[in-house]
């Protein structure tokens, strides 16, 4: 059985810069940073003291209020710093566990309880060695009841992204070309994480590529898997979105739960399960118009990131963002470091150039959701790409692009101008929770104005009125 | 244009001064419109459309450039002068509130200064259009709080006030219009041609003598306002701005089919009141009033359906304004009560779409 989902909005960006499909590996760090403050915003104390010998894998800090989100070591080592968290609320600052590599050693520390055979893992050992392999932060649970999945009870569907449309994401055939047998079982071992067979569905796209084809027939016996097809238009990965695409109307359910992974962490389950290996290393996608040679690197998580992008920037003033371009956090800070859940590290020109009579150009290479440009009679050109803001903030104008663009379906200026009048019930009725965060309301506004962080805000002031 | 950067950037300091402070919105305005701004994003969104306000009004612009021409063909350099007048006093104005409000100049009165002049009678007089347009950007707009949070079009008011402040000035301003190669082009017509010759259609329909044949409507080489006379030139710049995606269609679109099938409608009942329906779409200033002024992103309304019924009561009431009112023209009229009512069917719209997401949450 296949599904093929129609995305009803969505947008299809032609940038240059995405990453070719091979991936490298990064030597070993010499040292590796981890922040206490793990990236779903919990806070991790540390359970090392500095001069304690560590193995990569073994856990080194863990949360108290959320005990399945752990840190590990990602190499083998000795901790040289341990910087505990202080202060409060804006003025956090979190700590830190600073380990230095010691010699060439790679000493894995491996979990108890794996199997080869995959029916012989029961739900409990699965899910404990996984907690433990620092691997449960990476499954999302929606409807969102806390910064990781419930480890109580079972979700009703599972579903496993191998797609990324966001701008220089990670490609689905770097990852699992050449892999395909190991996500198979992956796939397997994942399903062992609940009781009973759950069905997954499996989001792919290029039904008519060879990965694709690969992947359909090795999973055409399992009838538990449902392989749905999807056009790679931004947002397809975004986990609200294909929940209430694949689920609809039994999302209205309020027990209703889903589990959503990507192909990344399915091939790293597999890994933990089968051989107890932890969760160290992630495979980032290094791309972008800055980038010399786009392409997919390996590395240890808490490396340096300067290291990471050595010799490969083009010259220029260049903005890092940690993920894509339109979700994605700049990196201001010196010594920035690879986090446990990070995807991408996408290197943009910093477009600070005055454009002489900039609005009357013709714009053959310009991107633009409207059709007020020459670029529209070359729809799959690249475009041109960077960080200037293209225009001077205004007051909304009522254009409706917001509208027109939006995969959720409500009414960004509507919204925005609840929000900007304390109107906040009314946003809240007029949908500001179905909000997706997916920034295109924000990238197409000819006014500027900052519509994701206006609605960021506004979820975060209602959720804290609820509370 | 490295020697036009400089004199801005040597120029800029001046406007720090305490003296000259409060114009630097002048000085923002003009540098802005040279040299796009060089600041760099934020916030997570860290690329952007490349549209901007600026472009979106020039869209807009560009869009009545040929009926613009149509214009200056049929009228003559008067025109241009009305043209001239209207930006240099409703960007005075524009200024003056955004120095005492100490915002930007925003480019709305771009399109606003553009449009008034070619709403009025071609031998207007430059004071009677001068005071049209400072009172439309005043009343229209400032007194509301700028762009964005203007309920009325701007444009329809100063026309408003000038039709009801000066009526004898609107009906002795009525030419003829030009023709040959170069028509009127290079002629400057100072004052209205003699009442006979340069009647407007609907002036006519009012008497009873309905037109002959569409052609002459289509073309434009009849009497009216400056830039509503040439329905084909008009659509074209319509059609422009629907495919842009800068104009939503479903405005135009909605007020003519409805306006003709009203038309279509009445004619029949009332045959001496109603002009026939396929005169009506390209007589006066509803076709001009469809494409340009009914548009305008601010005053109409924002959702899709409240756009379409908004469309099919400013055709309807146009139709009703013209026939059974002593008003010759109504689309200004009916555009300007639609204004008030955008928000209402805005909310409407609103209600239910409230009852859909209610049910996603």
Not at chain 2, 174 to 194: E, F
């Amino acid at each position: 059985m296949t599904d093929t989902l129609t995305l009803p909005k969505g947008y299809c960006f032609h940038f240059p810069g995405a990453p070719d499909a091979r991936v490298v590996d990064a030597p070993l760090p010499d040292d590796v940073r981890l922040g206490l403050m793990h990236p779903t915003q919990v806070l991790t104390v540390a359970r090392v003291d500095v001069g304690q010998a560590v193995k990569t894998g073994q856990i080194v800090a863990e949360s108290e209020a959320c005990p399945a989100i752990k840190l590990v070591s990602p190499i083998t080592g000795k901790v040289t710093e341990t910087v505990e968290t202080h202060g409060i609320k804006r003025a956090l600052k979190p700590g830190f566990i600073t380990i230095v590599r010691e010699g060439d050693e790679d000493n894995w520390e491996t979990g108890e309880g794996a199997s080869e055979t995959p029916e012989h893992i029961s739900v409990e050992t699965a899910r404990e060695m996984l907690i433990q392999a620092g691997l449960w932060p990476s499954i999302k649970e929606l409807p969102q009841a806390g910064p990781a999945a419930s480890t109580d009870g079972d979700p009703q569907a599972l579903v496993v992204k191998c797609v990324f449309s966001e701008p220089f994401m990670p490609k689905g055939n770097a990852i699992l070309t050449d892999h395909v047998d190991e996500f198979e079982r992956g796939l397997e071992y994942f399903q062992r994480a609940t009781s009973g067979y759950t069905r997954l569905h499996l989001i792919l796209t290029a039904p008519m590529a060879k990965l694709t084809q690969d992947i359909g027939k090795a999973i055409h016996s399992r009838a538990w898997i449902t392989p749905c097809y999807v056009d790679r238009v931004y947002p397809a990965e975004n986990d609200k979105y294909l929940f209430k695409l694949l689920f609809g109307e039994k999302a209205r359910d309020p027990n209703f739960r889903a589990w959503f992974v990507d192909a990344q962490t399915v091939l790293a389950v597999g890994a933990c399960l089968a051989h107890g290996k932890p969760s160290v290393e992630r495979i980032l996608s290094v791309a972008g118009p800055c980038v010399k040679s786009p392409e997919h690197v390996r590395v240890r998580v808490g490396s340096k990131i300067d290291d990471v992008l050595a010799g490969r920037l083009e010259p220029g003033e260049n903005r890092i963002v940690r993920g894509g371009v339109l979700t994605g956090q700049k990196i201001a800070e010196e010594d920035a470091r690879i986090g446990p859940m990070d995807l991408a590290l996408t290197v943009l020109p910093e477009g600070r150039e005055r454009e002489f009579l900039g609005f009357v150009r013709p714009g053959a290479d310009r991107d633009s959701f409207s059709r007020t440009f020459l670029s529209v009679f070359r729809p799959d050109a690249p475009r041109s790409m960077h960080t200037n803001v293209r225009g001077e903030p205004r007051p909304c104008v009522s254009c409706g692009y917001c509208e027109d663009i939006c995969p959720a379906g409500i009414m960004p200026h509507w919204l925005y101008k609840c929000l900007t009048t304390d109107r906040l019930e009314e946003a809240e009725q007029m949908g500001l929770e179905l909000c997706l965060g997916c920034g295109l309301c924000t990238y197409v506004c000819p006014s500027k104005i900052e519509l994701r962080a206006e609605f960021k805000a506004g979820k975060a002031a209602l959720a804290m009125e609820k509370e | 244009m490295r020697f036009l950067r400089t004199i801005f950037d040597k120029t800029e300091p001046l406007f720090e001064k305490p003296l000259l402070r409060p114009f630097k919105c002048i000085f923002d305005a003009t540098d802005a419109f040279f040299f796009a701004p060089g600041h760099v994003t934020e916030s997570d969104v860290h690329v952007r459309d490349a549209l901007d306000v600026k472009r979106y009004m020039s869209i807009v612009i560009v869009a009545a450039l040929p009926a613009l021409a149509a214009s200056l063909y049929f009228f003559g350099l008067r025109v241009l002068g009305l043209i001239l007048v209207s930006y240099a006093v409703g960007g005075a104005v524009e200024t003056l509130f955004c120095v005492m409000r100490k915002e930007e100049i925003s480019e709305g009165f771009l399109v606003t200064g553009m449009l008034f002049p070619l709403v009025l009678p071609p031998a207007t007089p430059y004071w009677v259009c001068a005071l049209g347009v400072a009172f439309g950007v005043a009343f229209g707009k400032e007194i509301f709080g700028g762009t964005g949070r203007n309920p009325f079009n701007p444009a329809l008011v100063g026309r408003c006030f000038v039709f009801i402040a000066y009526p004898k000035q609107m009906a002795e301003g009525w030419v003829a219009p030009g023709a040959g190669p170069l028509g009127n082009a290079l002629k400057y017509i100072s004052s209205g041609n003699d009442a006979v010759t340069s009647a407007t259609p609907l002036i006519e329909a009012a008497k009873g003598h309905m037109p002959d044949s569409i052609v002459p409507l289509l073309i434009g080489n009849v009497s009216g306002s400056a830039g509503e006379t040439s329905a084909l030139l008009i659509l074209i710049g319509g059609v422009f701005l629907c495919a842009t995606q800068v104009g939503n269609w479903r405005i135009p679109v909605s007020i003519l089919a409805s306006a003709f099938v009203a038309a279509l409608v009445l004619h029949p009942m009332a045959p001496d009141k109603i002009i026939p329906a396929q005169y009506t779409l390209f007589m006066g200033g509803l076709m001009f009033g469809a494409v340009f002024m009914a548009t305008d992103p601010v005053t109409a309304p924002c959702t899709n359906p409240a756009r379409v019924m908004y469309g099919i009561l400013i055709g309807v009431l146009t139709v009703l304004l013209r026939g059974f009112t002593p008003l010759n023209e109504g689309i200004m009229f009916a555009i300007l009560l639609m204004n008030i009512f955008a928000p209402l069917l805005d909310e409407a719209v609103a209600g239910i779409r409230c009852r859909r997401y209610a049910i996603q949450r």
